[in-house]
């Protein structure tokens, strides 16, 4: 039986049994794979982590790349590649260095990601978001390695109502139409692609990574060490999702457990924002009679924004996103004094 995926089908057709680490057999399609410049059908299945690959981070300094390097560099040879070594926009300086790595993979986290930035400086974020993309998925093209593209639920329209991989891309913000861009690039450029349309993730400041201020937590808890409370609306919606859930997702796909397409990835949960921050508040040791003190409605929000980017093409792989409550407690391990230690 054909298990598809309903936008970017996978390469190959071929079936294959495969029994992933969780022990659970699954027929998944054959890869076809973009190796050292070679096109070739490859059974990866055998992999089962034992393979030390060669990976290209690039925006490796950033939130998302920094944490994506900690993890995957325990098991892989991972190699940074940020403003430093030339950056994403000088195409002769990331063509250089992938074609000296000869990476298996590329990650490519290196972006302007501030919405706000973006419509403000709208040449350099077309320069980066979508020129920087293209070099870096032309030097991919060039080396033979294959590319994981993070792009943003941005894509879609906010309006409401569950958003697929297949519904029609209708970015509301020039960040959005960015990362459009930039997946078309990606598409037209790498046939071996993952592209991650992802939420808004959240994690926690470690030693030796960048921080997350402006992140949900410690968004959260900042301002309840101001003495102010936090502030939700209650008819907003969007999903968060921890990093480290999608950075797990990532090492599946290095490990060709996961089709070549574009995917949501998200944890799913039904809240408002302020329901989502009463789950926070609750998990970071608020107790329940004194919630009321420490958040507050946001009443002047009448302008129902609702992003729903639903994981669905890894649904159908049985591949699911961790929910946000099972993330959020992740996240929170040895951390459930958070809110209360202000
Ligand atoms: N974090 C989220 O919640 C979220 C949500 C949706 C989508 N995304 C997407 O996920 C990706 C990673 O996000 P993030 O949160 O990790 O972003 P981030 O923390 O802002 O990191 C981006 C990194 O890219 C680097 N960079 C920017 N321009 C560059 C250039 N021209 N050459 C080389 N490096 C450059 C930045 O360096 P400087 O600091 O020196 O500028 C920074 O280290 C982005 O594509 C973003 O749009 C993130």
Redo the contacts with the bound molecule.
Sequence with gaps: MLETVDNDPPCAGQMVVLTLRSGAVKTRPWFVEYRKGKRDMVDRTDVGGAERLRIII????????SRAMKQLGRKHDVYG???KEG???DYLAIKQFVANIAPDVVIH??????IGQCEREQDEAYR?NVL?TRNVASACNLSGAWLIH?????VYNPKGGILRESTTVDPQNFYGHT?VWGEEEVRHLIPGHHVLR????YGWSESGL?GTRGGILEGFAETLRSGKPVRASTVNRGYVTYVYDLVDVMEDMILGLIPFGTYNIASQHDLTDYERAQHILLAGGIPEEELIDYLVPAVQEQVTYDMRAEPYNLKLLNRPIPSFETGLERCLEGKEELFSER
């Excluded at 993070?150 to 941005?154: E, G, K, V």
């Design positions: 690039t925006g490796h300094n950033g939130f998302i790349g590649y940020g403003r950056g994403i926009t986290c290196a972006a302007m990601g501030d980066t920087g993070l792009s943003s639920d941005q990362k992802i939420s808004w993730h960048p």
